[in-house]
């Protein structure tokens, strides 16, 4: 069965640097969720599109932002990178809006900022 | 506020032995759902299972089990007769109210020994 893809699956950047990174979700899933994971740490949810609009928003940096275009995939745009950023990103997708869907998780994206 | 609690850091049984993973959470909402996730060395999140506040029917899949009491706000995981492959850090997780992102435990690394 069809997975999430993400691109790229790991990514080297300098401080101050900017990084995109792009989620494709599952076929026919129109909701898309971003979450961050440091090291040795549990997932953080970033941000989530249904339908192209912003749904609901985390703990996300204003140096970062996130769309959902037409096509579902989304990307996560992250300016001005800072040490701190260093993490694993994941996008996660569900069939549909709602409390309590499923979300299935990509393989990550690796980000590591020097 | 939504808390998942999961006291035991890091587990290390025998291959062929059966270990428990533990979970508490916390909320006030009437309707949640409740999620166990795998993440592998590899670093992919690996969707277990999920369940919804109004079944508290227990659940066997295969070597996996789930015992889920909202009794004791629990959601407890049980590997029977483990294998290497099952070593992997498991996080259990809860999303509920008028949001759907997730919320994660801090995890439990679980080592299987040969």
């Known amino acids: 069965a069809a997975g999430v893809i993400q691109s790229p699956r790991h990514l080297i950047k300098e401080k101050r640097e900017t990084a995109t990174l792009k989620c494709y979700p599952i076929?026919?899933?129109?909701?898309v969720y971003w979450y961050q994971q440091g090291p040795g740490q549990d997932p953080q949810f970033l941000i989530s599109?249904?339908?192209?609009?912003?749904?609901d928003k985390g703990s996300i940096p204003d140096r970062f932002s996130a769309q959902q275009f037409s096509d579902y995939h989304s990307e996560l745009n992250m300016s001005s990178l800072e040490l701190g950023d260093s993490a694993l990103y994941f996008c996660?997708?569900?069939?549909?809006?709602?409390?309590?869907?499923?979300?299935?998780f990509g393989p990550g994206t690796r980000l590591l900022v020097l | 506020a939504q808390k998942v609690t999961q006291a035991q850091t890091e587990i290390s049984v025998v291959e062929k032995e059966d270990v428990t993973l533990d979970c508490v959470y916390e909320?006030?909402?009437?309707?949640?759902?409740l999620f166990w996730y795998k993440q592998p060395p590899s670093g992919e999140l690996v969707f277990l299972i999920r369940?919804?506040?109004?079944?508290?029917q227990n659940e066997i899949s295969g070597r996996y089990s789930w015992n889920f009491q909202k009794s004791t706000s629990s959601f407890n995981f049980t590997i029977t007769a483990s294998q290497v492959v099952d070593s992997a850090v498991y996080f259990c997780?809860?999303?509920?109210?008028?949001?759907?992102?997730?919320?994660f435990g801090k995890g439990t690394r679980l080592h299987i020994l040969p």
């Open positions: 996660a997708s569900s069939p549909e809006e709602g409390q309590g869907e499923t979300q299935y």
């Open positions: 076929p026919r899933h129109d909701t």
């Open positions: 599109f249904y339908e192209k609009m912003q749904s």
């Open positions: 909320t006030r909402d009437t309707t949640y759902y």
């Open positions: 369940r919804n506040s109004f079944d508290e």
């Open positions: 997780a809860l999303s509920g109210g008028r949001d759907d992102k997730i919320i």
